[in-house]
């Protein structure tokens, strides 16, 4: 006979683990709706405080907020503030035209890292809705779990547990891996692209704020990007990260 306190458990804590991983923090609704009230009234300081506090401690944003918030810092004069907003909000709706203001705003005509190969689109679509995706997966998962409940006195071989198990590691993959590159824009003017990770190696390139890059690695002071072909290395103060 199976230890059926040993099986409840392992049951339980399946469930438990597969309900965290589906669990995803959405932004403070009530703060964002106070926050687009200011800015319908004109309120435009008040307001990017709000939209800032949901960005930074919620680490939360929406498409409309991004290209408020850019709006705002465009009309403070803060171009470089106004592009980091529209190229964070470029990772989540890959417009052309965006780029085109970015170029505005920055006096750049040739910007790297917006082109979007048909693997990035794919993995991109993926990424979209990866919180569908890992819904999807947990109600399978959910409903597997309520079988093996159901028929709990025939399930008493591990290969009964086989797609429960398949399961939770589809959902782990696809919560905890299905993300993004790390990605930053270069905000520092001018900055230095060495070969190193320090101020004796070579330099690769001298470029002006817009450049979208993905950040590889961290190290001490500098990061670790993809520029072209070719790995360099950047100081951090450079780079902000999106």
């Known amino acids: ?8 458990l392992t049951k339980f804590t399946i469930f438990l683990f597969a309900f965290s991983q589906s669990f995803n923090c959405q932004a403070n609704i009530s703060k964002l709706q106070n926050a687009d009230s200011l800015f319908s009234s004109k309120n435009y300081q008040e307001a990017m405080i709000g939209y800032e506090e949901i960005l930074e401690k919620d680490e939360s944003f929406s498409s409309a907020m991004l290209l408020k918030m850019a709006f705002i810092s465009e009309g403070k004069g803060d171009f470089a503030k106004a592009s980091f907003f529209l190229t964070k909000y470029y990772d989540v709706n890959p417009n052309p035209r965006v780029i085109t203001k970015i170029k505005s705003l920055t006096q750049q005509t040739n910007l790297v890292g917006y082109d979007l190969s048909d693997r990035d689109r794919f993995f991109k679509f993926l990424t979209d809705l990866r919180e569908e995706i890992t819904a999807a997966l947990a109600l399978l998962l959910i409903i597997s779990l309520i079988l093996l409940v159901i028929f709990k006195s025939k399930a008493n071989k591990p290969k009964y547990y086989l797609p429960t198990a398949v399961l939770l590691i589809l959902v782990f993959v696809s919560n905890n891996f299905l993300v993004g590159k790390p ?3 270069v905000t520092g003017s001018p900055t230095l692209i060495m070969d190193r990770p320090t101020a ?14 993905i950040i590889k690695s961290s190290k001490d002071i500098w990061y670790e990007i993809k520029w072209g072909d070719k790995i360099g290395y950047v100081k951090k103060e450079n780079i902000t990260r999106l």
């Open 1 to 8: 006979m199976p230890n059926l306190n040993r099986i409840f």
């Open 183 to 185: 990605r930053g824009i």
């Open 200 to 213: 004796g190696g070579n330099l690769i390139v001298n470029v002006d704020p817009g450049h979208r890059v």
